[in-house]
């Protein structure tokens, strides 16, 4: 299946079962804007559930928040963003569409990276067995001439960018003869800096003195609240505050789904250190992030962990957890070492010390952090196109099955009467009553059980419960496992541990 192909299977397939629309269909939606349906919003609670637990119940020096979205103008000042979050932007004028530069250089770049590609698969077929890639890629001509064009771009970029000449991004894109996706043309505009905060006005204040953003990030609700919490909580360091909460940012190019929205959501933890051990927790919090995805077995493979080798202006080390999505490699969440910069710059803003009192050393002073942020958006994703299968079971049969952890699973028990008479619906309302305080649970008593099996596999069901005449003579019923699609007796007194022992959060933590 090609990547395409492999995201517009789960994008439909997420429609289909209710797990995620696109906003506002009924006006032919809203682009970059995604609506969670009834079993897409189960399965995003259980990550945030998952998420939360592991932060905030398993650690005892962590705890969590929920701040506003609306924020103190100054926040954003001191943050950088209202001077700082910007994306390079370059209009094409023949079609009116607009481009982030970088993304458009970016583009070339992988055409020129696709021509290599196709060098070592020629270097392939001409050597077979005997071919050395490595060795290839390293002393090829063709190959060569082409990375250092790659390179050369690339340094041009970076020149460009960091020496804040836009003129030269422009004139890049000239020289490189790009043209619009749509026109077709090089007829471009001045490349200008655009802001990605959406802003607002509020109700009681007019003009500039009245605009408010809506967060770009969660984090700085936890820096603003650092001593709050910090007081009101009695906390010492090294102590963490985690925040699950909205983030909003007028991306220019939206797409992929629900990769990369303007509304969205991140689960975020800062974590306040002394200054100087800042370096060993961000590598316990780097493993700590491993082992937290590690659990739910996603696959190992499916993951990468990229260091930042250009650092923002905030952080002195940082790095990207990438996942294997159906579009390939993409950042999923990120680890920083943040320093002091917020807090001191809140402190500078606000004229308010943020500070830490060390009763031991009599020392005040400002805690460095290091924070982990995942997009819950992007999670949902990774878990989502992870679990899809298109299963052939021998015979001309076929399923397709979300093999979602089980833990994380919209439903987690499926209860189906064999027939909808003769008692069986009686017993089964009992059953369902039992588990349904602790699990989402489906009741389900139509069609044949074959096809009811199939229907629950399609949402990822982890457990299906049948109910049957025997049932009624021996309390115990058959439960039919989604993965490997056993089936086991049960006594109907055992269920409520049977179940737990398999689909609880538990699970993930043992
Ligand atoms: P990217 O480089 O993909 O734009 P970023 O480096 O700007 O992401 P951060 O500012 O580090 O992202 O935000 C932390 C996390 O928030 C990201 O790892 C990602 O999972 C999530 N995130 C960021 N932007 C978006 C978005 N537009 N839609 C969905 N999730 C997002």
Redesign the pocket.
Known sequence: MSQEDGLKKVISHAKEYGFVFPSSEIYDGLSAAYDYGQLGSELKNNIKNYWWTAMVRMNDNIVGIDAAIFMHPKTWKASGHVDAFNDPLIDNKDSKKRYRADVLIEDHIAKIDKKIDKDVAKGLKRFGDSFNEAEFRATNTNVLRRQKTIDDINDRFKDAMNGENLDAVKALIEELEIVCPVSGSKNWTDVRQFNLMFNTELGAVSGDAGIIYLRP?TAQGIFVNFLNVQKSGRMKLPFGIAQIGKAF?N?II?RQF?????E?E?MEMQFFVKPGTQAEWYEHWKAERKKWHASLGLGDENYRFHDHIKLAHYADAAC?IEFNFPMGF?????VHSRTDFDLKSHEEHSGKKLRFFDPETKESFVPYVVET???L??MFLAVLSNAYREEDLGEGNTRTVLKVPYALAPVKVAILPLVKKDGLPEKAEEILKILRINHNVQYDAKDGIGRRYRRQDAIGTPLCITIDHDSLEDNAVTVRERDGMTQERIAISDLASYVDARVSMATLFS
């Open positions: 990030e940012r991306e939206a629900i990769f990369r929205m303007r969205f991140q990207d993409k950042e999923l969440e990120g942020s995942i997009g958006d992007r």
